[in-house]
Every structure is written in C-alpha cells, then in structure tokens.
C-alpha cells in the first residue's frame, strides 16, 4: 500500500487545497498512491470527518499532525486526544525531547519532516543542539525540496541510522503524491499508520520525475 | 485554445505555460508605474547589500503574471482571487516558468478555481497558490 504522508489542507493556514478536490485529482490524473495523510500544521483537525469521501473514491483518508519544535518541523502519526492534552500543538517552540517521550508514551510516532531545509529542517539546529536522542524516522522525500535539501536530508538518515519516509507536503491539489510511502500491508487507521511506522517495514518513493 | 465558457473547461486542463519577463528593465517599469522606488527591487547589488540574493520581482508582479497567464487562457474570465505563498524569492533576470491547472469546476455558477505555480529552471517551487475565476456560462 502506497501512502503519501504529508499533506495540508484547507485546514491549514498556508493549505489551499480542499481533501474532495485531492481526491478528484488522484483519480482523473491516476496518482499511484492508495491514499493520504493530511497533517494540518500546530493542530490535530479531531472535526472533519473524511471517511464517505475516502469510501467514495476508495482511497485511504488518514489524519496526522505536523508540529514545531527546536530542531524544526515534525509529523506527529497516531495522534489522539490523550496526546494532544500533553502539550501544546499550536505552539511554535516545542521541545522536540518532550514531543517524543509524549508520543511514544501515547502509541505515536514522531518524524522530522524536510530535515535538510534551513531553519525548519533538523539538519540545519545539529550544530547548535546536537543530534537528538529519540529520533528513529525522518522525512527522506519531500515534494516540496528545493536544491540539495532531500540530499542532505538522506545523507543524514544514512549517517545517523535513521528510516526513511516520503510524501508530498502538499498544500494544492496538484502536488498530492508527488514522494509517498510503501507499506507491505493495507493500513486502514491512524493507530494502524503509527504501529506500521513502528514496525519499520517501509520504503520512501520518489514521484516527482513520473507526475 | 483559448476557453470561452464553462462548458469548455475540463477538470484537470492545463494552462499554457507562461515564461514571465523578469528582466531588470521590465521590473524597473513597473517598479516606476508602481512608484516603487526601492532597490531592492531595481538593483541587484544594492538588493545583495541587504541580504537577499538578488534584486526581487514584486510579490504584485508575480501576482500580476498569473493573472495574465489566466486571462492568455481565458479572455472574458473574471479573476475573483489570486492567493500565493511564496516559498523562496523570486530573482530578476532569472527565468520562471508559471504553470496552471484546473481543479475544482462548478458549471453552474462557472466558478474555477485554479493551482499556480512558478518555478525556476531547476524545477524548484518558488511560489504556489490557487485562483478563483468566473468563467462565463453561456
């Protein structure tokens, strides 16, 4: 199953694109993905509900968080409500060392995403705070790189051991599924999502030269 | 083909690519038409002075490109909206390319809307953002 992680929508401040329209295009221009993740930015969306529309279009409509922290932006995946009363999602200087130990501690699963861009990315605050403890997975594939940011981003995951994801970083409707995610198995929920991730048994995709 | 109603729009349709002039001298007009007189806008060693990599193309300029590209496509069409973000500068006498592509379509009301996105010759993303149009219905 194919699975771009990282998408924004209207929910987003930056997102401009609205989740039908998503999966309109996925459908008319035959995106090879099974699904998508929407990680709304310093929030999890707990209202929309996407699951006639996923059922509609047969595709998989997951829903995630992307956060900020010291070392820069991070995917939050399994998110739940007993999560998001351990801190505060809209704040903008989080501790990544306590967004961590709280999603592990809540079955979810933290992942640095763009880590080769500036100011935003991890790679660019190893320098200032060290490499950090805890780290297992970050963003290998972004759609949105621009120059050598993914290059430095792999460089780093090889360096450091880590896993690699991919997904578009979406915010309109035509780069959805530009870089994704393989799991050997269907992944039908968010807790799903977080167990798969956990498991480790995934391999980053590169779309962007295909669609 | 340029788009004269509603009924000739399809989901999905790209727009024809549109390469802005981004020269020195065609910023410089507008920046004079625009009485923006700052450097930064008309002098790339002044703009580097401050920091920034060049002398910039104007956000409204940018803007002002994807509404030509629009109206190239669609002559009678209504530019309700044109909303961007911009991700990373966009450099005088570098060259863009600015794409388009519809994506939501309401033949009733013949309200568009459409992705844009200007990139530089490495294919880099530096301004993205949607448009909605009134297209005539009839």
Known sequence: MILDLHSHSIKSDDGRAKVPNYCQWIRAREIPIDGFVLTEHRQFDFESDYSALAKEFGLTILKASEVETEYGHVLVFGVTEALTQTFDFTDIHLPLAQVIEAAERHGAVPVPCHPGRKRVGMSAHLEEYGVPQGVRIVEIYNGGSRGDEDAIAQNMAAEQDYLGIGGSDAHIVSQIGKCATRFPEKITSAAELAEALRGGDFEALNFREQI | ?138
């Open chain 2, 1 to 138: 083909m340029t788009i004269a109603t509603i009924k000739d729009v399809e989901f999905g349709e790209e727009l024809p690519v549109f390469d802005p002039d981004t020269s020195l001298e065609n910023v410089k007009k507008f920046a004079t038409a625009a009485h923006w007189f700052g450097p930064r806008f008309t002098d790339h060693e002044a703009a580097r002075k401050e920091g920034l990599p060049g002398a910039l193309v104007p956000g409204i300029m940018s803007q002002g490109f994807l509404a030509a590209m629009i109206h190239r496509w669609a002559p009678q069409a209504n530019v309700q909206n044109v909303d961007t973000v911009f991700r990373a500068p966009v450099v005088v006498d570098e060259k863009y390319h600015i794409t388009g592509v519809v994506t939501d379509i309401d033949e009733a009301s013949g309200r568009v809307e459409i992705d844009l996105t200007v990139t530089n010759d490495a294919g880099e993303t530096r301004v993205f953002g949607t448009a909605q149009v009134q297209i005539p219905t009839g």
